[in-house]
């Protein structure tokens, strides 16, 4: 069975501004980070929810 990898938030958030301000699509921001296609889905939703609700 595979190790679970960790990813920083800063590389997260690369990846998500990949996505949102170059027009990548997930799969192509996946091949080039290798990283899987649901975990950037997962980090986006999450992007999504912090811009909408942010921390106090």
């Known amino acids: 069975m595979k190790a679970r990898r960790k990813f920083d938030t800063?590389?997260?958030?690369?990846?998500?501004?990949?996505?949102k301000d170059h027009n990548l699509s997930v799969s192509?921001?996946?091949?080039?980070?290798?990283?899987?296609?649901?975990?950037i889905r997962r980090w986006v939703a999450q992007y999504q929810a912090d811009l909408n609700h942010p921390a106090v």
């Not at 192509?28 to 975990?39: H, I, L, N, P, R």
């Open 10 to 19: 800063q590389f997260k958030l690369k990846v998500v501004h990949m996505i």
């Open 28 to 39: 192509e921001v996946s091949k080039t980070m290798g990283v899987g296609e649901t975990a």
